[in-house]
């Protein structure tokens, strides 16, 4: 079982190109998140999806894009890469409609913004 | 807003010392409460969770954590440090009947260990 899979690991991206990274978890979760982490500022939630078909904002979305065709995959897109977007991006899912809510996590990709 | 504090950015602690590391969380109401672990260059992993009764959870690799209403807080806890426990340390919650299960972080807390 290979749980979340991310790809790319890392990337090195001109500022003004556009970038989609790829999210897809075996897991059949229903929920998936999308989070960048900075140094001394922890995870923030970008994006979120309860459900295959929705998504919803979180705490930094501006700049990025998400959809949610399908349950398994849950690509984030940023239109137009900026430097601050330089950060370790994170993707989770969790069965939000079980009992407990454990989200698990990615192995992250490292993308860097010239 | 909900808001998680990890007062300490960074510890350091011989091996074989007691551990804890402090969370405290600005919410109404209990929220579920996370505890997770990210080695270098690793993605997160669960340590433990609270979300109701037992106020002591007891939690993955010797880690337990203790749910205090009166302090907002949920520190996390190891009796004796090994040097692979080197890591940062989430704290993390989520507001049950939100809707949208999301997850807010603390800044972390990390951890060097001192053979």
């Known amino acids: 079982i290979a749980g979340i899979t991310q790809a790319p690991t890392s990337q090195i991206l001109a500022a003004g190109r556009r970038m989609t990274l790829r999210c897809t978890q075996d897991?059949?979760?229903?929920?998936m998140y999308w989070y960048r982490q900075d140094l001394g500022l922890g995870l923030r939630l970008i994006h979120y999806s309860n459900t295959a078909g929705t998504t919803g904002k979180g705490e930094v979305p501006d700049g990025y894009s998400v959809s949610r065709a399908n349950t398994d995959d849950f690509p984030l897109t940023l239109a137009s890469a900026v430097p601050s977007q330089t950060s370790v991006y994170f993707c989770?899912?969790?069965?939000?409609?079980?009992?407990?809510?454990?989200?698990?996590f990615g192995p992250g990709t490292r993308l860097t913004v010239l | 807003a909900q808001s998680v504090t990890q007062p300490d950015i960074h510890i350091t602690v011989s091996e074989g010392a007691s551990l804890e590391l402090r969370c405290n969380y600005s919410y109404g109401a209990t929220p579920y409460l996370f505890w997770y672990v990210q080695s270098p260059g690793q993605g997160l992993q669960l340590l433990l969770k609270?979300?109701?009764?037992?106020?002591l959870v007891q939690g993955i690799k010797g880690f337990e954590a203790e749910f205090k209403r009166s302090q907002s807080s949920f520190n996390l806890r190891k009796p004796s440090v090994h040097w692979s426990d080197a890591a940062e340390y989430f704290c993390a919650v989520v507001r049950p009947g939100a809707g949208s299960y999301q997850l807010t972080f603390g800044k972390g807390t990390k951890l060097s260990v001192i053979p």
């Open positions: 609270y979300f109701s009764g037992d106020t």
């Open positions: 989770a899912s969790s069965d939000a409609g079980g009992t407990y809510n454990e989200q698990f």
């Open positions: 897991m059949r979760h229903n929920a």
